[in-house]
Nanobody, 128 residues
Framework: QAQLVESGGGLVQPGGSLRLSCAAS????????IAWFRQAPGKEREGVAC????????KYVDSVQGRFTVSRANAKNMTYLQMNNLKPEDTAVYYC?????????????????????WGQGAQVTVSS
């Protein structure tokens, strides 16, 4: 069964760091652009970051620019979201998503686009 599975969430103090991992199984990530989304309680889902198939393009929402880093390891069928200097407003359930792509420089973190696979979500809580 093809799926994405996130891991690495948890509770962290403001200013701390976490790294989320997203593992693909049942398919290879080589020709999938990856996006990360988050949804805080009572709020709509928000796109956070994306990375193209060969990591040529990376994009971030303004609120995480300079603090979050998206990466991928196609050989391991993994993608990652490194989150530094976390703030309470980063508290949310984080999701990775994959969309088929053969365009080296293309990625998007707008869920108006249809994604082929979604992970189940990982809770990130930033609190003292």
């Amino acid at each position: 069964q093809a799926q994405l599975v996130e891991s690495g969430g948890g509770l962290v103090q403001p200013g701390g760091s976490l790294r989320l991992s997203c593992a693909a199984s049942g398919f290879t990530l080589d020709y999938y652009a990856i996006a990360w989304f988050r949804q805080a309680p009572g709020k709509e889902r928000e796109g956070v970051a994306c990375i193209s198939i060969r990591s040529k393009t990376k994009k971030y929402v303004d609120s995480v620019q300079g603090r979050f880093t998206v990466s991928r390891a196609n050989a391991k069928n993994m993608t990652y979201l490194q989150m530094n200097n976390l703030k309470p407003e980063d508290t949310a359930v984080y999701y990775c998503a994959a969309r088929s792509s053969h365009v080296v420089g293309w990625c998007v973190f707008d869920d108006a686009y249809e994604f082929d696979y979604w992970g189940q979500g990982a809770q990130v809580t930033v609190s003292s």
